[in-house]
């Protein structure tokens, strides 16, 4: 299990980043802010864990008295796990923590055995599984429709009695955990597992995504927990758990980037297009992180501190252009003035090598070296060039109004009348002419709205990602609106006000701390609290993007704009508006407290200098995690829009992102690089002529387009005049799209409509055959937890 948990996490066991691990994002399980999260505080902790242990094995269903759980047989564990999952159906709330503390004690790993992970095993759960009916798995996630969990009577009791403490929130907690855990110990996949271990997994993954018993997908029923957060009907739940748990459920149903790369080129193959031109996952793997850019303030102190040493010279001049870490052949060795003045500026960074670097790249070479040997990457750059049919259009119209006189429209095949380098030119542009499956999406939407009757209704396939747009569709803006909600909250440039919502109620203690250790670890747990959630929301943000993006287009485009009408942009350049290099290298942990070295471990006594001086990291890989997501997040929100990246010249975005440019890491350098790219044009002469550094940093590592003055202010798009246009048709053909594929026309619409309230009462109305099921609930959310005004009602009788 610890092999298992660190390679989740992307993190070997000394804490330093691995070169392969960082552009698997879904993959990168940061750990080490799960670890610790069965409880926010130390006193909380302990009594959980107290709880647990004494409900594992002090149970009176506990088969055989005074063995402990390993000491048992496998059919006495089966027995014992489904007693437990039939005890939390009783009424009794108090029995239904004891038995939901005796599943997370055993699912945390039995804490008297060392290293933690899941004991209950793989043959232990398929068996469980299959013996469940109706469907395997069923009656382990019972666990998700406790009504301590999804009953709106707890939310009405929760307001009413005003009973906001930790004790009230244990049972929401402790099933939260349990569901986590259950969660991520059968997400995992090793190679040593057995078949029916992986149909157990495959099923597990099938009943989360579809809907059960005409109920929604549980990652709606975690979205609604958020939206009842937000709205204060619900201010108990601990939403940390809730986000965590809604992230892991949509990267264990939607899939990883490692999956989204495979269902990607499935796609392609399957509406005939070429394959990828390169793997994005594999250059990200092979690119280095280059010299941050020299800021005006550090110019005067970088001087004055060069006279004393000038003839201190770094072991490798490590040049923002030379990023295979190659000398440039035309420049000589004898550098001029000017380049030394240069390497003297900038050897307060270059010198020596950044915290986060260490550890992940390779050594220092010595200056003697000969070049040849120090070349180790591959020449040329990174990505392969684009050209869109858009872009070969509009070459082929400026080149035919120049020469000819004339346009022919979207013909790109004529070229009668042009000159031969023009030929030469569109020949490339058409060898790197790249069609995504969006465009083949569009084109298709575009001709069933021409002809619906003779095209038919369209064939949509029933996928995880599919059913879950369907039932997030009509309150999808309150889910979006939500989430940002939180993410403000827990921003850290963020100020408390009074009509914020309150994300740390899950962590602050009934009493406040008295004693300066006390406020220290509060402070530290605060801390935390807020990173999780923020990581937590940035990595479900993207995974839903990502998803949405590859199953339509203009479903990735409708979470897009209702994002960005509800400020996601400002609010991520708000996150950004800090010192970034501080909030990557944060500490907010504590080792010793950490899950699940707080159970097998003794405790030892905390002071302030142990608080202080935090784990061995030498950086927070989780907000490093956060950072790259939200980067990635503000990436696909304006990526081709120019009217969302005209925000980010007004919002003043490029000194906040070139401040970003000092963390040394490769991936998160390639996103703000193609920020600053996108509104270079409009950044005016001077502003490039002062960060020439940054852009060739640009033409580097972000993608070439042939045809994009990138540079310059010449882009035949960026009209101001159009940019409300723009938003508009978009948002004209989303709602085609959305009335066309999910408001079908019901075929009695002109039937006449009965009048007769005897006749319409005494209908035979065919219910499901498994209507039972989810009737309790479906009455209590469309009766009971809907206001009835009698008054009215009786005023229009």
Known sequence: SNKRSYAAEGMNRTGQLSNDSLPCCPAVMVKEGD???AGAQKSLKNDEIRGCQESGHSHPLFPVQ??????????????????????????????????????????????????GGCIISPDLLHHTGH?????????????????????????????????????????????????????????????????????????????????????????????????K??????????????????????????????????????????????????????????????????????????????RGHRSRRPLVKQDSLDIYNERDPFKNDEAGVDEEENDDVDSGIEGELDLMERGAVVQAVPAHRPPIERVSFPKGLPWAPKVRQKD????????????????????????????????????????????????????????????????????????????????????????MIALLKILLAAAPTSKAKTDSINILAD???????????????????????????????????????????????????????????????????????????????AKNSISVLDYPHCTVHELPELTAESLEAGDSNQFCWRNLFSCINLLRLLNKL????????MMLVVFKS????????????????????????????????????????????????????????????NDIDARPWDFQAEECTLRANIEAFNSRRYDKPQDTEFAPVDNCLQSVLGQQLELPEDFHYSYELWLEREVFSQPIHWEELLHYQ
């Not at 992986?198 to 958020?226: C, D, G, Y």
Request: proline content about 6%; hydrophobic content about 40%.
């Open 392 to 479: 070969i259009e509009h070459f082929l119209e400026a080149s035919r109004n120049k020469f000819i006189g004339f346009t022919l429209g979207r013909d790109t095949d004529t070229l009668v009348g042009l000159p031969r380098p023009i030929h030469e030119s569109v020949k490339t542009l058409k060898q790197h002419k790249y069609v995504s499956i969006s465009d083949i999406q569009i084109k298709n939407e575009e001709e069933l709205e021409k002809c619906p009757m003779s095209l038919g209704e369209e064939e949509v396939q029933e996928t995880p990602c599919e059913v879950l747009y369907r039932a997030m569709l009509y309150n999808l803006p309150q889910y």
């Open 638 to 645: 304006t990526k081709w829009k120019h009217s969302r990246t």
């Open 507 to 585: 962590v602050l203690p009934e009493e406040m701390p008295i004693t300066v250790l006390q406020s220290m670890k509060l402070g530290v747990d605060v801390n935390r609290h807020k990173e999780i959630i923020v990581k937590s929301i940035s990595a479900s943000l993207l995974l839903l993007l990502k998803h949405f993006k590859l199953n339509h287009i203009y479903q990735f485009e409708y979470v897009s704009q209702h994002l960005v009408f509800a400020n996601c942009i400002p609010l991520i350049l708000k996150f950004f508006n800090q010192n970034i290099m501080s909030y990557i290298t």
């Open 229 to 306: 957060f937000c709205s204060g009907h619900a201010p108990h739940f601990p939403m940390k758990k809730v986000l965590l748990l809604l992230w892991k459920v949509l990267l264990f149903t939607l899939g990883g980037f490692e999956a989204l790369q495979t269902m990607k080129t499935k796609k392609r193959e399957k509406l005939g297009l070429p394959p990828l031109p390169e793997d994005s996952i594999q250059v990200m793997c092979s690119m280095r992180a280059a010299s941050p850019p020299t800021y005006t303030i550090e110019l005067p102190e970088q001087q004055l501190s060069k």
């Open 131 to 227: 013996q469940c009916q109706p469907g395997p798995w069923h009656q382990t996630w019972r666990l998700k429709l406790n009504p301590s969990v999804t009953d709106c009577r707890l939310w009405k009791w929760s307001v009413s009695s005003c009973i906001t403490g930790l004790s009230w929130r244990l049972l929401p907690r402790v099933l939260l955990s349990v569901m986590y855990l259950l969660v991520e110990n059968i997400r995992v996949e090793a190679e040593d597992d057995r078949p029916e271990w992986r149909n157990s997994r495959e099923t597990f993954r099938t009943e989360l995504s579809f809907p059960v018993h005409n109920e929604e997908p549980f990652a709606l029923l975690l979205f609604t927990m958020v939206t």
């Open 66 to 115: 005074g063995k402990r759980w390993p000491q048992l047989e496998l059919a006495q564990q089966k027995t014992y796990v489904m007693r437990l999952l039939d005890k939390l159906e009783v009424v009794n709330r108090d029995k239904r923590l004891k038995a939901a503390r005796a599943i997370l004690y055993l699912a945390q790993g039995n804490s008297p055995r060392p290293a």
């Open 35 to 37: 670890r610790n999260w």
């Open 654 to 713: 490029a000194p906040i992102l070139k401040r970003a440019l000092k963390v040394k890491q490769a991936m998160m350098q390639l996103y703000v690089l193609k920020l600053l790219k996108i509104q270079t044009k409009y950044l005016g002469r001077q502003w490039r002529k002062s960060n020439m550094k940054t852009m060739s940093a640009i033409y580097q590592k972000v993608r070439h387009r042939m045809n994009d003055d990138w540079a310059y202010g």
